[in-house]
């Protein structure tokens, strides 16, 4: 069972759950164990990782359990049933078997879920669609989960986004995962440094908490000049322009890790057409580097 932390979020909500390119998504028919991971995205605004672990039988029934929001301060692990075959996936969370919610069992919303493989581009995918169901049946929640495997999934992002920029319209596939993925924001943590090649003449990027406003702060600061010493993060976005002619480092430092620890930053910056979406996840004095490279 995921628990959506429902006194913040409300019910029926519309949620979409994101993917990127990952290796071949296949299911032995055999007792095997699999993995498959995503990001649950509320109102446009919220994020919550989410995955499945789960075993696959002869006859292609599937047991195992969710994690919803794994490490942080809502983590749900709930057991799931279903199956796997012909290329659709199914499956009901039915128990919690571990959680650090304070909300009661009463709140908790399960997942049921309906999916299928799909190729876009090169990316595999199991996409479906999601009904969330109280315990006493009602409905709580509905939307999207689109699957992927998890191997070497955070270095692929960069370069499916450039890979992805590059097909032309004449691609079936390439408009609607050019679209997809400009909506995705690529994560980052502690000290990670990121390289976007800038084709204007204009530096425009905006900063704001994407998730429950908890007294996030942040220090920002462009070429090593501090433009911004303590930012308090808010759904308000910071924006920032200014003209530029050579290449520009960007860095966004964690001043402290909120109420709700880690410090959860959203940043985009705006590239003419091409937009680069970032979201931090930093520990306290931890930083996000992003170097612009003039083209």
Partial sequence: MTQFFLKNMG????ISLFLFTAPSITFSQKQNSEKLTGIIRVKKEESYPYEINFKTDSLGKISGYSIFNPKKSTETKSLLQGRFLNGKLEFKEYKVIAT?????DSRM???HYKGEVKKVLSAQMVVGEFKGVFNNGKQCAEGTINFVAREKFFQKMDSQRTEVAKKKDSDTNSAYVA??????????TDNA????????????????????????RVTISVNGRVI??????????????ERITNNTTVVIRALNVGFLPPNTTKVIF???KQDHFYLNNLGENTSS???????
């Fill in 270 to 272: 705006l590239n003419g």
């Fill in 11 to 14: 019910l029926y909500l519309g």
């Fill in 289 to 295: 580097t992003f170097n612009l490279i003039k083209k």
């Fill in 193 to 216: 440094t990121s390289t976007i090649y800038w084709n204007t003449d204009t530096l425009h990027f905006r900063v704001w908490d994407p998730d429950k406003v908890d007294n996030d």
């Fill in 228 to 241: 911004e010493p303590n930012l308090k993060l808010s759904e308000r976005e910071f924006i920032y322009k």
């Fill in 100 to 104: 650090k919610s304070v909300d009661p």
């Fill in 179 to 188: 679209k997809f993925l400009k909506s995705v924001p690529i994560q980052k």
């Fill in 109 to 111: 919303c399960y997942i």
